[in-house]
């Protein structure tokens, strides 16, 4: 299959040549498909939608591909297609742990290099270390023996409080091999943020390193440690990791019952490397949810559906090799980093960065890409904002000619930053932009090398995700913005919710609105080229006089003002009948929001979308109050401006400027009173 033999729209930024589309994973995927099973595709389109139609087919397809029928028989690709509660691939016995260890051999190889490492991990003032995938091999060897010496064994939880280091990743394959469910909190999540999560998980063992480094700064977090296993009344044993800090006196833990152990005293250099023999719907890990709209989910998913989606979506969707360096710039507690990790499932060296992207400057992240030679770079959309607001210029200050791919998620780009991209950091780079999350760790809508970039837009529904945009009927859209929908099952959907033993948390946060059919809480616009957009959060909809509009398209053209540095909209059905939309703008050092600036402001958005998205007020903030992985709060402050209190909607620990939903609080408290509104209001929509 060839890219589409098209003239270059005026909104295309990039375009993948002829053969870079015949060398791309996707391409071998396809031509494997006419000589193994006499299948032919005209286009990605007609590729995708029978990997939606015939879904037992497209998935028994991923796993022959991917060399699975070497390692396991199983009865049936997909026993109950019903959501929720498919079951997939029954009889199965696949472990996460040895499919990222062992390479199975396929028709394509999938072994790394010999010369390629495992790992490569660096901090802001260190240089990168590599780990071999023999070396790796011990290591995991080493802790799952460990593991087992402490008791630990399936049905177990194995719990991390860990910044992105070798000794995260080790902890992580070991819980796997020993058929254990691993979680992790990163160390610079709050206290009561980490409990929040970790008591429901219910761990024996905590693996705990004693700080982290972030902006040129160590953070010590041994008294948070002491704080955590008091806790954690299930815990038993405490592995205690020494990265960042000098070896201090004294316990790490206030608990005579819980033994302490130190990762180095652990490794047993003749370990024997086995793998626990587990069924496809074993639990392999707990994702969580932000906790910015009640208690966090605990999101537990398999062994055999995290190997089979994240074979398919690195490799046929992201394009990832075994000759790749694969950098993503998170922390261990974003669905990210476990995306990351899966990249040895495809035998590509994972590079791992414990430090501040902007770090010592805002270029900091693509000096981590250049040191390291990172092929493919994974970020935030804030990061790449950042870059563009900042006037960076990577692209000439540095050599990233290495890099053959950005990865982007979290949240959405405006344009000027898509061009960006290829004005001044990477001109002929492909820019993937990724819509997903953690509730299947994997990527909804992405890229795909068959396929043109064009500004603003998501090239592609993945392969085997039946996306579509629904009206409130349940009515498909096309061109048209809705609910984006799911309406066949994945095999990393969730197994089920920590603590929700009757189902009805799960069925509640995807299954409520259409039964039968993943809702997954986002506006989506799907264009008749299979092209997508997706406009924010669906619980965070703008509703202006019955029309509803997506935040995203608001910061498209508010967050590319010069004179702005970040803001966030919400809308409010109020107590008394009435709606409000406010904005709020963090004005650029030295700008004061006047009412020149607003009348600016206003007139932008009013020539750029219309005259119903202008807000009620905007007003100056101090900060914008964000998730930890980067997503802005608009659910917990349109709660608050509804009267809710600031620990009703998030956890301090869990968002950052925390002080802001206070602020928020007060600003709610004056909005309600009637005082202050004349020095912040807009003029009105008409």
Not at 261 to 267: I, Y
Request: glycine fraction near 10%.
């Amino acid at each position: 299959m060839q890219p589409p033999d098209t003239d270059p729209a005026p909104d295309v930024l990039w375009s993948p040549d002829p053969g870079t589309a015949a060398r791309s994973n996707i391409s071998d995927f396809v031509r494997w498909l006419g000589d193994t099973r006499g299948l032919l595709f005209a286009d990605y389109a007609a590729l995708w939608r029978w990997s939606t139609k015939d879904v037992p087919a497209f998935w028994s397809a991923v796993w022959q591909y991917y060399g699975l029928d070497e390692v396991t028989t199983y009865d049936q690709v997909l026993a109950d297609p019903a959501m929720p509660g498919a079951r997939w691939f029954t009889g199965a016995r696949i472990n996460f742990a040895e499919r990222c260890l062992t390479h199975p051999s396929a028709h394509r190889s999938a072994h790394p290099p010999a010369t390629h490492p495992a790992l490569i991990s660096l901090t802001e003032d260190g240089t990168p270390v590599e780990t071999s995938w023999a070396d790796l091999r011990r290591q995991v060897a080493a802790f799952s023996t460990t593991l087992r010496d402490l008791g630990v064994g399936p049905g177990d939880c194995v719990a991390g409080y860990l910044p992105n280091i070798p000794e995260a990743v080790v902890a992580l394959l070991a819980t796997a091999a020993v058929g254990a469910v691993w979680t992790v909190c990163s160390p610079d999540f709050g206290t009561p943020s980490v409990l929040a999560r970790l008591q429901q998980a219910r761990p024996t063992v905590l693996v705990a390193a004693d700080g982290y480094r972030h902006g040129g700064k160590r953070h010590d977090r041994r008294e948070e440690i002491a704080d955590i296993v008091d806790g954690l009344p299930t815990l038993r044993n405490l592995v205690t990791v020494g990265r960042v800090l000098p070896a201090g006196p004294g316990p790490w833990s206030r608990r005579g019952d819980v033994a302490q152990h130190e990762w180095t005293a652990s490794a047993a250099e003749e370990a024997r490397l086995e793998f626990a023999d587990v069924p496809f719907d074993h639990p392999l890990w707990i994702l969580w949810s932000s906790g910015t709209t009640g208690v966090p989910k605990g999101i537990v998913q398999s062994h055999g559906g995290i190997v089979v989606e994240l074979l398919k979506a690195l490799g046929l969707g992201a394009d990832l090799r075994p000759d790749d360096r694969y950098l993503f710039i998170t922390s261990t507690s974003w669905m990210v980093w476990n995306f990351l990790v899966a990249g040895l499932l495809h035998g590509a060296t994972i590079v791992l960065y414990d430090g501040s992207p902007t770090f010592p400057d805002v270029n900091g992240a693509w000096r981590v890409a250049q040191r390291t030679g990172a092929t493919m770079v994974g970020v935030g959309a804030g990061y790449l904002i950042a870059g563009e607001k900042a006037g960076a210029r990577p692209g000439s200050d540095l050599g990233l000619g290495a890099i053959r791919s950005i990865v982007q998620t979290g949240s959405s780009l405006p344009p000027s930053t898509w061009r960006w991209v290829y004005d001044h950091l990477a001109p002929d780079v492909w820019l993937q932009s990724v819509c997903g999350g953690t509730d299947v760790c994997s990527a909804l809508a992405g890229g795909s090398l068959l396929l043109p970039v064009r500004t603003g837009r998501i090239q592609c529904p993945a392969l085997g995700v039946a996306l579509a945009a629904w009206d409130p009927h349940g009515a498909p859209l096309i061109d048209e913005q809705g609910e984006l929908v799911v309406t066949a099952p994945l095999p990393s959907m969730p197994l089920h919710f920590v603590d929700d033993t009757d189902g009805s948390r799960y069925r509640a946060a995807y299954f409520d609105t259409y039964p039968g059919v993943w809702r997954h809480g986002d506006w989506v616009t799907v264009s008749a080229d299979l092209t997508v957009v997706v406009s924010g959060r669906s619980d965070s909809t703008l509703n202006r006089m019955g029309v509803r509009m997506g935040s995203a398209d608001i910061y498209a053209v508010v967050d590319q003002l010069p004179q702005i540095t970040d803001s966030l909209v919400v809308g409010a059905e109020l107590p008394d009948g009435g709606y409000t939309m406010p904005l709020f703008v963090v004005p650029a050092p030295g700008v004061e929001l006047d009412d020149v600036l607003r009348s600016g402001i206003t007139a932008a958005i009013r020539r750029a979308l219309s005259p119903r998205h202008v807000p009620d007020m905007i007003v100056a903030v101090p900060a914008i109050p964000r998730t930890l992985t980067g997503k802005k709060l608009e659910v917990p402050v349109k709660r608050i401006l509804q009267g809710a209190q600031p620990n009703e909607v998030a956890a301090a620990g869990a968002v950052t400027n925390p002080e802001m939903l206070v602020w928020f609080a007060r600003y709610a408290h004056q909005f309600v009173s009637g005082s202050g509104l004349h020095i912040a209001r807009a003029r009105p929509p008409v």
